[in-house]
């Protein structure tokens, strides 16, 4: 069975939306189908056929998130002594030698990724290039430009 990386974080998050979609969500899509049976013929109800979509992508995220934490490995670097070494879960702070510009990202698992909150994933072209590397190694990332070359100047395990 594959493990996924997630941080402690990623995993609450989506242990609040699972919880969401079974006490809320679904609650309330159980009571609209009962509504709309109510108004009679199912053929050509279209708020019958809305709720029963509605139902059916609920159902599949529900099984989609308990299967990601099933099969989730929790990272917590809180809890890991800081060596400099950019690691899953580690947020970093890198320079690029060109522009001399610095831009901090976490490295998160696929799931947590919103370049808009600076959180890679794992798996991302920047994220495969600084994971193994330490603090004021000087990268080479591979990026549509062409390659780009940064300096790792910061390393934080929170």
Do not use: W
Request: hydrophobic share 35%.
């Amino acid at each position: 069975m594959t493990q996924y990386p997630m941080t402690a974080r990623g995993a609450a998050l989506l242990r609040e939306e699972l919880n969401e979609l079974k006490s809320v969500q679904r609650p309330k899509i159980i009571a609209a189908i009962a509504e709309a049976r109510e108004h009679g013929d199912l053929k050509e109800n279209a708020e019958y056929h809305a709720a029963r979509e509605q139902q059916s992508f609920c159902e599949g995220r529900i099984q989609d998130i308990e299967g990601k934490l099933s099969n989730a490995q929790i990272i917590d670097v809180t809890k890991m002594p800081n060596n400099g070494k950019v690691i899953f879960g580690v947020t970093v702070t890198i320079m690029n030698l060109e522009t001399d510009k610095e831009t901090t990202y976490r490295i998160v698992g696929d799931d947590e990724a919103n370049i808009k909150e600076n959180l890679i994933s794992v798996n991302s072209p920047i994220a495969r290039g600084l994971i193994g590397k330490e603090l004021d190694d000087v990268v080479n990332i591979q990026t549509p430009a062409g390659t780009v070359e940064y300096e790792i100047v910061e390393v934080e395990y929170i």
